[in-house]
């Protein structure tokens, strides 16, 4: 069936360095991405979204690449600090939102 | 402020016994999901509804119901038929016409 995953199930940085974290997905009809942070203990919080016409997002400290061409979605973290510490899921929406499939997660580890 | 409530944050039961997990939302959300976390993977749809007195299946829906009698509440019964139990359990809410769930804190389920 149609899934989503992710590269890296762990990602170790240091204080300050960029942090890049990787989503790969195969339902060619998804048209909305979104990431979401999800700390220890607690429910996801939305980061940010991209729909599928667009290859670049950015926000505050994060960017959403998306390349439709390998189904490949990244997340950038400039300036990683630790309070970025926590597990982080794509997620991908097959409009409509009848159903949204998530990834099964990258935990970011940031080193101080 | 506007949320979504999970209630109870911890809970025990035995094995044989049904449990009732309870979400509500104060959003004006029409449309509520909940889903399950396991350790390690991502989150599975349990049950969603989009309007009141209606709801449908998700992925794993066997073992457990739901009900939605008010459009603020939409509480999940995990029932001895669920043969796994012990899980984090996460209530999401959408609004018509966005695509970011808003999450819960979630209830952490644990039978003994």
């Known amino acids: 069936g149609e899934s989503v995953g992710l590269h890296l199930p762990t990602l170790s940085v240091q204080e300050g360095d960029n942090s890049i974290i990787n989503c790969a997905y195969s339902?060619?009809?998804?048209?909305?991405f979104i990431w979401y942070k999800q700390e220890s203990g607690k429910g996801p919080q939305f980061i940010i979204d991209i729909r599928s016409n667009m290859d670049k997002r950015q926000g505050q400290r994060v960017t959403v690449l998306l390349n439709k061409t390998v189904k490949h979605l990244s997340l950038q973290i400039a300036a990683t600090q630790p309070g970025d510490s926590a597990v982080y899921f794509c997620?991908?929406?097959?409009?409509?939102?009848?159903?949204?499939?998530f990834g099964t997660g990258t935990k970011l580890q940031v080193i101080p | 402020d506007g949320g979504i409530t999970q209630s109870p944050k911890y809970l025990f039961r035995k094995e044989g016994q049904n449990v009732t997990l309870s979400c509500e939302q104060n959003?004006?959300?029409?449309?509520m999901y909940w889903y399950r976390q396991d350790p390690g993977q991502g989150l599975r749809l349990i049950y969603y509804s989009q309007i009141v007195n209606d709801f449908q299946k998700g992925d794993i829906a066997e073992g457990y119901s739901v009900s939605r009698e008010k459009k603020e509440s939409f509480p999940l019964t995990v029932t001895s038929a669920q043969k796994n139990p012990t899980a984090f359990y996460l209530c999401a809410s959408l609004q018509s016409g966005a695509n970011v769930l808003t999450f819960g804190a979630g209830s952490r389920l644990t039978v003994l």
């Open positions: 959003l004006n959300h029409d449309a």
């Open positions: 997620a991908e929406a097959d409009g409509g939102y009848q159903k949204v499939t």
């Open positions: 339902n060619s009809a998804s048209d909305y």
